[in-house]
């Protein structure tokens, strides 16, 4: 049987709740995640290089995705690609590396891991289905401190679309096997 394999860009921005959610994901498939680390490049001058903090932070991204892989027990692949064109970096990593599906983070209709404009342009030009995972809206520090323990529980929207087949799906996990696709925290 072959091995389910998500791909996860990650461009900047390293956002735990999003990488847990990622986790948790691949935990209910039982996938391989595919992390691609897009160091970005200048688009008019690349010979002149990838700044420092840019790989500094795609480093720090793949050791926080290995700290949590073994949390979660997940099977973790690191790869790192220095690119000024993001987006068809990341069509090309997915049918190199053999990935089924892209996985991406959204909170407010802003893009986790990977720049909003990004993520825009990939979901118009990519033809391999997403999984695309909507987490809620940030709380503050009060609604925090004064929720009740025991009826505060988040549910997060989990949305696969593929755009070959025109179809867009959304589940929620715990309600039998049919469909699961929305993750508690």
């Known amino acids: 049987m072959k091995a389910v394999r998500f791909l996860l860009p990650f461009t900047h921005g390293i956002n735990i709740q999003a990488i847990e959610q990622v986790m948790r994901l691949a935990q209910s498939r039982n996938a391989t995640i595919v992390c691609a680390s897009l160091i970005p490049l200048p688009v008019k001058h690349p010979k002149q290089g990838a700044r420092l903090e840019h790989i500094q932070q795609a480093r720090d991204m793949q050791r926080t995705m290995i700290k949590l892989a073994q949390r979660y027990h997940i099977t973790l692949e ?47 030009e990519h033809e391999a289905p997403f999984f695309i995972i909507h987490l809620p809206p940030k709380q503050s520090l009060l609604s925090i401190l004064f929720a009740m323990p025991s009826t505060h529980q988040e549910i997060i929207q989990v949305q696969w679309y593929c755009k070959k087949m025109g179809k867009q799906c959304i589940a929620e996990q715990g309600q039998e096997q049919k469909q699961n696709m929305y993750i508690r925290a």
């Not at 407010?108 to 720049?115: H, I, S, V, Y």
């Open 78 to 124: 690191m790869h790192e690609c220095f690119s000024s064109t993001i987006v068809k970096s990341i069509i090309e990593l997915t049918a190199s590396l053999h990935c089924e599906s892209v996985v991406l983070v959204l909170r407010d209709q802003k893009a986790l891991l990977l720049r909003t404009a990004d993520t825009q342009q990939l979901l118009k």
